[in-house]
């Protein structure tokens, strides 16, 4: 009988995840005495009756790098440490079935190790089981590219993409009607998306969440660039942007990266914030999901495909408790545990942020 | 001294805007008595002190094709009969200088002939502008493709292309996540680019103005398509569907067509609607400003140049008073007057929505 | 049991063909009295042994309406009238084996109507099939755009918009280096791609079949648009354009139409014409397969639906002998008899080839 | 009179030129006592009677990042060092005119600072004029990425992105007619495009030039992928591929890097090569030009504006005679002198080449 790798998919989807899975299952084709297996909506199929575990053939996986989302399907709501479950008297409470989960693992399930792709409570959960005894290993996921033990992760650029199409598509119309548009997008906690696709687009303003914004300072650029006969401005706005002595600790407190909510708003919040400072016709768009969905860039595939047989590679070797990172230009592995809780913010003094204020970028500061 | 051609454009931007005007200039180019100058600002640069009105030559439209918006900038508020204008107290009103406006045309401006390119309000204005004297040419723009006196119009295509790749975009979302999505397209009057898109993309539900939804068939349809192991949903809703009971009339009763209006909100309005009928996690995504931005595609490109062209040889010829227009596969014209207030909707009876209710898709009815 | 409808897909691939099925899967999904079976590659499925006919369901088909080529796969080799077969001696011949199909058909495959999606081959052969009593309905693919009897074929738009997006690149290129650059495109009878997009590129030259062209204008339009401080040209020829004085007679004697073939070498032809006329630093690019492949456009997919929904709806009324057609905007049908060898070229009459001239493209004439 | 810096453009044009020129213009801008000029066509514009070199304002470079090419034009013939010249006799001699282009710098032109944005050849004439004294800050142009003083250059992520796009158009058209597609990519000497498409892609096999191929091998491996139902192939041919023996030397011979050729070729030669080994139907696409022009990725123009700023910040500096360089994530400066003639080639050790090999990939030995 074969060793059995399971693949799962938590947290929100992201461009690249599918190019994962099949990476995973062609690395392991290579090998005679391994197959593949996927749980389907993370390690839900594992609890649910019966289990929802399928085998993934060369023939499943072939030619979905190309497409967004994920064939094993994913979810963000519990996992085996907090599972939704209903008593006699109808009423519904968390339990830790994490054992049970093990258990199933090797029966029925023969599973000799897990390659867990998710976000920070992906990885969390990866953590505690590996602490349990479970053969894991770990693939980041984060579309808002917010990790210090990563030079990047897949779906970031595609994000970034995605998001300066959009400023290119909006510039037209502010162009034409002499008016502020204001491009709300994902970064809930780290604005690297919106930094970057303001900086690719061309943007005059770029509000992040690491940099609280004076709303003065920005209405004074945006009436600077709308006068002299140019007659338009661009403001891209991370859903976590904040004017000064907004409240900081909110944004650190919650579940933070990954890249999982969409929070919307900000954009709208902003043009409010500019009605008693400038006199502009203006619009705003948020581009929400827009972000996540379709086929991932080229970028994108190629770090999800070194990832995925990264991973299978630390299996084989029975490397397990890792997590799959790049540090340019080596794909590396690093302990799970070292990884978490650990972001990945825009530093003010980053070369990045230089680049933006030397172009003549408005951060709001 | 040449003879001189005026060109305008007005109301909303709409790709292909520049692909006329390009087209405009390189036809006149080909009579060496003949040059063309622009306005900005739709007809305001006509008004304006001194006159906003621009030579454009071969080299100033080169490229341009490929590009959004409109070079000679557009405007949606006022026009020669309704000029904002200040008094000695300061207060304002809008003052019919459509008289002045031609006597400019003449002197300094010099022009022999007008271009309008624009929508239900500037083709209004061009009637009443040529009952008093002015020789013009009008050229159709509505990116909601809601004229009957032409087959098409340049900028729908566009805005179905965008539209449809947003869709294919969050179908990734919706089935890694099981959940329903709602994408909110234009369309106040008419409901072209929700049924085209919801068609191109493969979209489970479309709700446009011409059909008045049931609430309870579209929740039975989401139910039928979440259930039996698909798990997700698509809704393209067009920003003027109403439920049945709505008002109609408020529908039809404002300035209409011509897609200047980006209204939103109906998306989030269904999902609240929904939620007394079935329980699914979902999100809502607004297109908005994106549908009219960006590069037109080849389609619009080859229209607006036949548009272009067709309304110079107009000019050359004297025939003034008309619109072009396009009926399959011939460019005519047709007198403005007989245009105007003449709207295409989508009937019921059409092969498009019989097409659409026979893949089973879902129109509220 | 359910009555049942084959499809088959014949000749070269062609963005949309999966539009088609998917819609006529859907459509007939509609009747709880039919079910549809796909034969692989076109009709040959039938006949090898055992029939590689397979049963199509919703799920088969779900989504794929924005994917390139045909799930069916398909061939432009053979068909029943020709099939392949060897001899105990080791030869081949073709043999006829049509009867022999239409007695598969009933039994075992069970087969009440066929739809057939093809270029012109696969007319004949419906045709020939429907007079030895097949039911078969006609669905016509010609990414060419060449029929009389349709206004517009699937395929069609999204070749001419990969062909503009090439036309957008090379521009960029040439104008940095004062280049003449040469593009290939597709139409060995037609030039409906290569003038439109020459016209939605900005190209300066398009040389179509229909147009013999006279190699001296073609160099006085390249000397004009180098000099004058432009520095730069585009050509865009059709791989079936040829000289004046050139073989019309081969163009028109072969099978034709349908854009099965990629001719090729036409560019670099018209380089070394150009030789001894003008000096001009020049590459020429063959786009070749790139026109065929990659997902649809819009305008493609909803026509493809459009034509399998049709399809359907005749087989169900019996009304078989039929090809699908559009007309403006209706969706109609022509018996196959009537559409087949009925070639839809560019006219130099028509408003297309006035447009071009009308913005001083030159084509070569 | 405000100091002067003169940007210039050389070699083959590539994705991101723009986007530098403008991010210098912008970052000069923000000093009170700088100006940018540009010189037109490379270094020839100082050296041409009058000099073409042109002031660059904010106005000048609006918007121009989304552009591909170089609104400075181009020249990968000739420079200071060997300058054609006619002679009364008629004849054209190379001659150095260095010495005189140090001169026009300082009169007329009054140029403070230079920064030379270009390949290999444009570095080496960097390094000569500012060994003559010239004041002078490199910007490394390379779509093939293959230079060891800078993790990546611009314009090779935006090559990757078409040239992927490429391979997923062609593998609709090869599995729906069960045929081999070869793709022709750039890369005389360094296969990053080749492999990072094949990749992304999802191709079976991928030539490059750092790993001589195996016809044997690739035909086996081509065999393979076509029996077992699947039916077709993908080969991605970078140009500079060679079969085992094949001279390598010729290769490094000539000058190398930067991707001014485009070779065209190698894949009908491939083909030719394979005709012995398997049969099968097969066709070529070459990509050529096609890889260099268009809209940069959000990537490269992200690059191109980093680079564009540190150039100026070392001009401000005074810190001449270096080029900027990208060592993840910071923007930096190296010696010219040390940069040129120092290659980045894809090592078999490399993780992207066992990422490639991971997932069953043929390298071709």
Redesign the interface.
């Known amino acids: 009988m074969k060793k059995r790798l399971l693949v799962a998919?938590g947290g929100?989807?992201c461009p690249g995840?599918n190019a994962v899975i099949?990476?995973i299952v062609?690395?392991a084709?290579?090998e005679t005495d391994w197959e593949v297996v996927g749980s389907i909506?993370a390690f839900n199929g594992i609890l649910t009756d019966p289990p929802q575990v399928v085998r993934l053939t060369n023939r499943d996986v072939?030619?979905i790098?190309?497409?967004?989302?994920?064939i094993l399907?994913?979810?963000?709501k519990g996992g085996p440490f907090a599972w939704p479950t209903q008593h006699p008297d109808g009423s519904w409470t968390l339990e830790d079935r994490s054992t049970e989960m093990l258990e199933r693992l090797v029966d029925p399930l023969h599973v000799d190790g897990v390659i867990s792709i998710g976000g920070e409570g992906s990885m969390d959960i990866a953590q505690k089981l590996y602490e349990q005894g479970m053969n894991v290993i770990g693939i980041p996921k984060t579309i808002d590219n917010d990790l210090t033990s990563t030079?990047v992760t897949f779906g970031f650029?595609t994000a970034?993409?995605?998001?300066?199409?959009?400023v290119?598509?909006?510039?037209?119309?502010a162009?034409?009607?002499?008016r502020l548009?204001i491009l709300e997008v994902m970064g809930r906690h780290a604005g690297w998306i919106g930094l970057?696709?303001a900086?690719?687009?061309?943007a005059d303003v770029a509000l992040i969440p690491e940099i609280p914004y004076d709303i003065e300072k920005v209405a004074e650029k945006i009436k600077h660039r709308m006068a002299n006969g140019?007659?338009y401005a661009i403001v891209v706005i991370a859903e976590g942007a904040m004017p000064v002595g907004g409240d900081q600790t909110a944004r650190k407190s919650d579940q933070i990266g990954y890249g999982n909510a969409?929070l919307g708003g900000v954009g709208h919040r902003l043009l409010s914030e500019l009605k008693d400072h400038v006199d502009v016709e203006a619009?705003v768009?948020?581009l929400?999901?827009?972000q996540?969905?379709?086929?991932p860039?080229?970028?994108d595939?190629?770090l999800a495909?070194?990832f995925g047989?990264?991973a299978?590679?630390l299996a084989l070797a029975g490397d397990y408790g890792k997590m799959v990172a790049y540090r340019?230009?080596?794909?590396v592995s690093v302990p799970i545990k070292d990884a978490i809780n650990q972001y990945n913010y825009v530093s003010v003094d980053?070369?990045?942020v230089?680049?933006a204020r030397?172009?003549?970028m408005c951060l709001g500061d």
Chains 1, 2, 3, 4 share one sequence.
């Open positions: 998919t929100g989807d995840l099949r990476a062609k690395r084709d290579q909506e072939s030619g790098q190309n497409r967004g989302g994920t399907k994913t979810t963000s030079d650029h970034v993409e995605i998001a300066t199409d959009a290119d598509k909006l510039i037209t119309t162009a034409s009607h002499n548009m970057s696709s900086l690719a687009g061309g140019r007659g969409i619009r768009v948020i929400g999901h827009l996540r969905g379709g086929s860039v080229a970028y595939r190629i495909t070194q047989v990264k299978v590679e340019t230009p080596h794909v980053s070369d990045l230089k680049t030397g172009i003549g």
